[in-house]
């Protein structure tokens, strides 16, 4: 099966511009996850999607990023403004309940720098 | 909410060696606790994952036990190989839900030949 897709897989921005990012993630797939993850650290989730509804998002700057997941199939995540801080591997993931019990597959992820 | 912490930071071993990786975790109702593989530049991996009712698992060359008691969890890879080098993060689920995983900060493994 074709895995999870991202795109760019690299972006350069000065900051206080907006970037968005586009995960297309496994087919059936109806849970769809965005992690942030800086260097030398671990994944931090930043939104879950089931099906187009976001049920965890407690973990997203709302003051700056924005995500959405129309038909829920693809998502996209957003950050307007970018700042320095923003520099860092925006991942995806999905699952499926039905499949290993919510084991989580992971995109290449994006990796973003702000200047 | 959960707080995962992964032991060592850094690990080099000769080819042939085990390596161990630890992580303990503060969340007593957690329940899944999965260890991804990430190669330099690439998306993380699962490669093994265990649960709660089940104290150890062993898939090959790599094994995961889980004290539920002392809330602690470790990787054992044996006979390592170059290709074992990557940074190993450990995860645990909180919130009683599979879905919402905490992450460890990872170990980077150095297998030298």
């Known amino acids: 099966e074709a895995g999870v897709v991202q795109s760019p897989r690299y972006k350069i921005i000065e900051k206080k511009q907006p970037v968005a990012f586009w995960c297309n993630p496994i087919s059936g797939h109806n849970t769809l996850y965005w992690y942030l993850q800086n260097l030398g650290q671990g994944p931090e989730l930043l939104i879950r999607y089931e099906n187009e509804e976001a049920v965890d998002d407690s973990q997203l700057p709302k003051d700056r990023f924005s995500a959405e997941r129309l038909k829920g199939v693809d998502s996209t995540l957003k950050i307007q403004p970018a700042e320095l801080g923003d520099s860092a591997v925006y991942l995806c993931?999905?699952?499926?309940?039905?499949?290993?019990?919510?084991?989580?597959?992971f995109g290449p992820g994006t990796r973003l720098t702000v200047l | 909410g959960e707080n995962v912490e992964q032991h060592p930071s850094t690990l080099s071993v000769q080819e042939g060696d085990s390596a161990v990786i630890k992580c303990t975790y503060s969340d007593s109702a957690s329940n899944y606790f999965p260890w991804y593989k990430q190669e330099l530049g690439k998306r993380p991996q699962l490669i093994i994952d265990?649960?709660?009712?089940?104290g150890e698992k062993k898939d090959q060359r790599i094994a995961v036990t889980l004290n539920k008691t002392a809330k602690h969890f470790s990787l054992h890879i044996t006979e390592t190989q170059p290709e074992d080098s990557a940074v190993y993060f450990c995860?645990?689920?909180?919130?009683?839900?599979?879905?919402?995983?905490?992450f460890g900060k990872g170990t980077l493994l150095t297998v030298n030949p």
């Open positions: 265990i649960r709660s009712n089940v």
């Open positions: 995860a645990a689920s909180s919130g009683g839900s599979n879905y919402k995983l905490t």
């Open positions: 993931a999905s699952s499926s309940p039905g499949h290993r019990v919510n084991e989580q597959f």
